[in-house]
């Protein structure tokens, strides 16, 4: 049914320890993505050879490469991205997912969101809640649930089509520009915790370590415009991820350093007031739930 169609796309960098896991995941499905497209960027070791083998397989998945010069980052992640989108076969989609490589699902995740979908039409954006699986441990994240990780964006096609698109922001965030984007256009961005994802490994693990994760973040928020009081209270009320106290203290750090080192926010005026306004009103009505 034409309604329930989606796609998928993943970018891929040296992920051979996760992303068999990810593919078997979309395969137990019980709504297939119409098309999946995996991009191989540039890996060194036996991603592409794994995403290979199963596209020979399996008709929906398509197999792509790029050849990336620059060290592996966020900026080279939308490069993909944006590869992926040239090999889009399928017209008649309504919904499209940004699907990290080390991420797996309940077999009916993609059908529980896009029965969400349907029954808010104001949602534009949609995910589950992730848990990171560390050192076998899982730990829930602190997530707001008026946004989505970046790793599991779903969207409504035409949520996504009104947005301006992917960033190419180095030190991340170029889904949270997306979703202010689509907040300010009026849709629902939202995360339903009752649907929990499996993450293998911390969020931001691709910078080094959670140290390294933390600091970038805190540019991250400087570049799409936090207000800085807003972006105090959430390393304060995040004193309790880890690592503890510590990492709010680099976080923070980071968003002065990135406003004398880069000084102009990545994304239109227009967004950033629109965002700080958001921002003053939660803490006003004390619903600040980071």
Not at 55 to 65: D, E, G, L, P, V
Not at 80 to 86: C, G, H, L, S
Not at 128 to 136: L, P, R
Request: one cysteine or more; hydrophobic letters at 40%; a positive charge.
């Amino acid at each position: 049914m034409k309604k329930k169609n989606y796609i998928l796309i993943t970018s891929a960098y040296n992920s051979e320890d996760t992303i068999e896991k990810t593919i078997k995941s979309i395969l137990n499905q019980t709504v297939r993505p119409k098309q999946w497209i995996i991009i191989d960027d540039s890996s060194k070791d036996k991603t592409g050879s794994i995403i290979k083998r199963y596209a020979a397989k399996h008709a929906f998945i398509t197999f792509a490469k790029t050849e990336q010069k620059d060290k592996p980052n966020f900026a080279a992640k939308v490069a993909a991205i944006k590869v992926a989108f040239t090999k889009i076969k399928i017209k008649d989609y309504s919904f499209l997912g940004i699907l990290d490589s080390d991420i797996e699902h309940e077999h009916d995740y993609y059908s529980n969101m896009i029965e969400l979908f349907l029954k808010n039409k104001q949602l534009g954006i949609v995910g589950g809640n992730i848990v990171e699986f560390v050192e076998n441990k899982k730990f829930r994240r602190i997530k707001t649930f008026n946004s989505v990780a970046g790793g599991i964006h779903f969207y409504r096609r035409e949520c996504f089509e009104q947005t301006g698109g992917f960033l190419p922001l180095k030190f991340g965030g170029e889904d949270a520009a997306i979703e202010i984007e689509a907040r300010m256009n009026g849709w629902e961005v939202r995360t339903f915790p009752e649907f929990e994802v499996l993450h293998y490994g911390y969020v931001g693990g691709g910078a080094g370590n959670r140290y390294k994760a933390r600091f970038n973040r805190g540019i991250m928020f400087y570049q799409l415009g936090y207000h800085p009081l807003f972006h105090l209270t959430r390393c304060l009320y995040r004193i309790k991820e880890k690592p503890y106290i510590t990492g709010s203290i680099i976080e923070f750090y980071a968003y002065i350093y990135a406003k004398f080192k880069f000084k102009k926010h990545m994304i239109s005026n227009k967004v950033v007031k629109y965002l700080r306004k958001e921002q003053l009103n939660r803490m006003l009505k004390l619903k600040f739930k980071m």
